[in-house]
């Protein structure tokens, strides 16, 4: 899972343009909004058509499941995990 983990911060630093922030600086169970990364609802935007172009993860943007998997680096990470196990069958 580690491997995932590291994916998603990549991710998030290159869609949001984080410059002052490194992999190794994001904590991956440490929340996404509000006292952890202090992400907002545009930077969710943003991660999410980033997920869309490089895994085909199509998500839904008023679903509580959706809600439920941005929570942290890491059910951002088991999300795409079920995805490509899905993508594989």
Request: hydrophobic share 45%; net charge negative; charged share 25%.
């Amino acid at each position: 899972m580690e491997n995932l983990d590291d994916e998603i911060k990549r991710l998030i630093i290159e869609s949001l343009q984080l410059e002052d922030v490194a992999p190794a600086d994001i904590d991956a169970q440490a929340p996404l909004f509000g006292e952890g990364l202090g992400l907002d609802s545009v930077d969710a935007l943003e991660i999410a058509v980033a997920l869309k172009r490089r895994y085909g993860l199509q998500l839904s943007p008023n679903s509580q499941e959706t809600r439920k998997h941005f929570a942290s680096v890491r059910t951002l990470a088991q999300l795409l995990q079920l995805h490509r196990q899905g993508s594989a069958a």
